[in-house]
C-alpha cells in the first residue's frame, strides 16, 4: 500500500503562484511516478501533469503547459506541482495519484490506485 498526504492550497489572486506538495509512504519502491488531477466545480475530474522517474519524464494538460511545473524530492518522496501564472479557471481540488502499474501508465485516472485527499486551490479574478 502506498499512503498519499497532498498539501499546498489555497486562495490567490491571478497571476500568482503555488506550491502544491504531495508526501508518500509505505511501499513506494513499488511505483515508478505520480500525477496530478483536479475538479473543478461542475466539472470531471481531470488529468494535469504527471511525472515518471523511472522513465525520467515529465507530461503535462494542454491548458497548464508552460505554467506549471512537476518534480519530485527523491529524498523525501515527495512530488510537487509548482503552478504558475494562475487563472480563475485553475479553481480546483487538486488531488495527487499513483499508478497501480510500475511499467506502463499514462493519463487515464483508471490507472491510477493510490489517491491523496485533495487540496482545494481558488484563484480570484
Known amino acids: 500500500q502506498v499512503q498519499l498526504v497532498d498539501s499546498g492550497g489555497g486562495l490567490v489572486q491571478a497571476g500568482g503562484s503555488l506550491r502544491l506538495s504531495c508526501a508518500a509512504s509505505?511501499?513506494?519502491?513499488?511505483?515508478?511516478?505520480m500525477g496530478w488531477f483536479r475538479r473543478a466545480p461542475g466539472k470531471e475530474r481531470e488529468f494535469v501533469a504527471r511525472?515518471?522517474?523511472?522513465?525520467?519524464?515529465?507530461n503535462y494538460a494542454d491548458s497548464v503547459k508552460g505554467r506549471f511545473i512537476i518534480s519530485r524530492d527523491n529524498a523525501n518522496d515527495t512530488v510537487y506541482l509548482q503552478m504558475n501564472s494562475l487563472k480563475p479557471e485553475d479553481t480546483a481540488v487538486y488531488y495527487c495519484?499513483?499508478?497501480?502499474?510500475?511499467?506502463?501508465?499514462?493519463?487515464?485516472?483508471?490507472?491510477?490506485?493510490?489517491w491523496g485527499q485533495g487540496t482545494q486551490v481558488t484563484v480570484s479574478s
Open positions: 495519484a499513483a499508478p497501480r502499474s510500475y511499467s506502463s501508465w499514462g493519463r487515464s485516472q483508471s490507472e491510477y490506485q493510490y
Open positions: 511525472i515518471n522517474w523511472s522513465a525520467g519524464m515529465t
Open positions: 509505505g511501499r513506494t519502491f513499488s511505483i515508478s511516478g
